[in-house]
């Protein structure tokens, strides 16, 4: 199957901080990846979806200046959680699709971010 | 709207007997129904999707579902559980006249497997 990396695996910032996570699919072009948030015993929470070269849609309620995302290639898609504080902390998962309606997303491994 | 219900939160089996999932869901359009499983502090493992065709979806690890369109629904099961299989499933869909790509997810249903 497809393989999507994330980086960093882990993280622990300072309030006020920046923190970067990065998105890679490894064996296949990723047209569209969509980046997700999960609360402990939760089911997922859709925050965007972005299309290589273009900006990102955001769903309602995630403020588009605090988390940014970039998708500057097929294959590498960051988001940018811009002066981070403590109810940002969570498990940040993206997933990338190849595109087509019918196309499978593959998760990555996902990131655990507690911020001070 | 669209939407996935997993009914129960919690599912407990025997290792050897057999295990069922449950979800069922709303979509407009033909419905595009996918599968996966978390293990903890992973992200998400694909297990099976179905598309169109056969009802019965046979996917990894031994796992299939099956597409019911009159009950809406697309439960998991696997024939002989492993105490490997205890994870988090999570089932989801995408309208079929959804253009984005977009999953709608269940809330999640905990299996867990006893010895």
């Known amino acids: 199957g497809a393989v999507v990396s994330q980086h960093p695996s882990r993280v622990i910032c300072k309030s006020g901080t920046s923190v970067k996570i990065e998105c890679r699919s490894l064996?296949?072009?990723?047209?569209?990846m969509f980046w997700y948030r999960q609360f402990p015993k939760q089911s997922l929470m859709l925050m965007a979806t972005?299309?290589?070269?273009?900006?990102?849609?955001?769903e309602q309620g995630v403020e588009k200046d605090k988390f940014l995302i970039n998708h500057a290639s097929l294959t590498l898609s960051t988001l940018t959680v811009t002066s981070a504080h403590p109810e940002d902390s969570s498990f940040y998962i993206c997933?990338?699709?190849?595109?087509?309606?019918?196309?499978?997303?593959?998760f990555g491994p996902g990131t655990r971010l507690t911020v001070l | 709207a669209q939407s996935v219900a997993q009914p129960e939160d919690q599912v407990n089996v025997a290792e050897g007997n057999p295990l069922t999932v449950k979800c069922t869901y709303s979509?407009?359009?033909?419905?595009?129904l996918f599968w996966y499983v978390q293990y903890p502090n992973r992200g998400l493992q694909f297990l099976l999707k179905?598309?169109?065709?056969?009802?019965l979806v046979k996917g990894s690890y031994g796992f299939e579902a099956e597409f019911n369109k009159s009950q809406t629904s697309f439960h998991l099961k696997k024939p002989s559980a492993l105490v490997s299989d205890s994870a988090l499933y999570f089932c989801?869909?995408?309208?079929?006249?959804?253009?984005?790509?977009?999953?709608?997810f269940g809330q999640g249903t905990t299996l867990q497997v006893k010895p």
């Open positions: 979509v407009s359009g033909n419905p595009y």
């Open positions: 064996d296949f072009q990723a047209t569209t």
């Open positions: 997933s990338a699709s190849g595109g087509g309606g019918t196309d499978t997303q593959y």
């Open positions: 989801a869909v995408r309208g079929g006249s959804s253009n984005t790509g977009k999953l709608i």
């Open positions: 179905y598309i169109t065709g056969d009802n």
């Open positions: 972005s299309n290589e070269g273009s900006k990102a849609t955001y």
